[in-house]
Structures are given as structure tokens and as C-alpha cells.
């Protein structure tokens, strides 16, 4: 499958602040890359699906207009966590739909203090 | 999108053999099942895929019956450092449609 980064990998920001998460496909030209969220001791939750050149489509109950996600390039998917609060602190996934079926980046962990 | 279920967790000893059973009553015809590990704070990792009958690689071996309505992961002689979380998951492959996670069964594997 394709070799997927994801950066940072760990993340400790205040309250009120925006982070932003990349993901990116290294060797393979990704059109569609999906964001996932994982609370301790639960399975990955699916976020949203991000398209290139197009708008992200988010599952039922995430707030677009808090976890914005660009895909500009065929290569990278940005999610950005705004106006982060303590309630946002998770381990967020990326994953990347390649010709082989699906590959996870290693995630980061976002602390919100 | 068919839905699985798996055992919410298992114990093993090193040594032994675990075998995980996912049932997945709605599986369509186009769909592959698929394995993944998942190790604390760490993303998902491919472990083994399979459309029907039996599929072996160098880490699992994974088992289908002729309804596939359940698989069967094998995990031969497992170690400590095959404790993790594993889930079982169902689609059809095609580029760009969204993979959605079940609960995942919990291995813990003791000396």
C-alpha cells in the first residue's frame, strides 16, 4: 500500500487555539484520504472524507466548520482543529484509499489544555 | 454498508494459537474482509485480506466460508508483542468509498 505520513505526531495546545494535522501520501497520488478520531479504550470514529480539489464530506454529527480539512494536492490532506477545547483531546488517524485498499497513518495525539 | 461483529476481547499465552471470529451476515458480493492491528497509539495496520475460501501470508492466515458470512483470523504461536486490538472490517475496495471500523476484539497475550 502507499506509504502514509502523518504529522505532528503528538500535540499539546490551549484552549481556544487551532491546530493544524497533516497527512500526507508519499508515494502515491491519494484523490480521496479519510480523517478518523479514536477516544481512548473505543474504535476509530470516521470523520470525514477528504476529496481532492473538492470539498470534504463529514459524517453525520462533526461540525465542518470546527474540523476543516483541505486537500489541496493529490499528496495532502490537512485537518485543522479551531478554537480547540478540552473536549477535542483524541488521537486523530488519517488514511489514505490506495490501489491496494486502505493505509493508516500513525496518528497524533491532540491535548487540549 | 455491511456491519461485523467480533468478541469484545480475548486472552492467549505465548505460545498458543488465537483465532478471532467476525460475523458479517451482510456481506455483498462485491465485498473483500479485511484484518487490521492496532497498537496503542499507533494507526491500524494491515494484517490480511480475503474474498472467500482460505488466505495465508507470512504473519495470519484467514479463513471464509462458502456463505461468508463470518471469517475466521488466525494467529499462529503469538507473542507478547501480538497484543493489540484487531478489527475485522468489510468493503468493497473501490477507490474512495469509506471504511467504517466495528468494535474491534481487545488480545491480550500473557507469558
Known sequence: GAVVSQHPSWVICKSGTSVKIECRSLDFQATTMFWY????KQSL??????????????EQGV???????????LTLSTLTVTSAHPEDSSFYICSVSDRVGYTFGSGTRLTVV | LAKTTQPISMD???GQEV??????????????????QQFPSQGPRFI????????TNEV???FIPADRKSS??????VSLSDTAVYYCLVADGAAGNKLTFGGGTRVLVKP
Open chain 2, 19 to 36: 483465532n478471532i471470529t467476525c460475523s458479517h451476515n451482510n456481506i455483498a458480493t462485491n465485498d473483500y474482509i479485511t484484518w487490521y
Open chain 1, 63 to 73: 461540525e465542518k466548520d470546527k474540523f476543516l480539512i483541505n486537500h489541496a494536492s
Open chain 2, 12 to 14: 492467549s499465552y505465548e
Open chain 2, 60 to 62: 495470519a492466515s484467514l
Open chain 2, 48 to 55: 490480511i485480506q480475503g474474498y472467500k475460501t482460505k488466505v
Open chain 1, 37 to 40: 478520531r479514536q477516544f481512548p
Open chain 1, 45 to 58: 470514529m470516521l470523520m470525514a472524507t477528504s476529496n481532492e480539489g473538492s470539498k470534504a464530506t463529514y
Open chain 2, 72 to 77: 475466521t483470523l488466525s494467529l499462529p504461536r
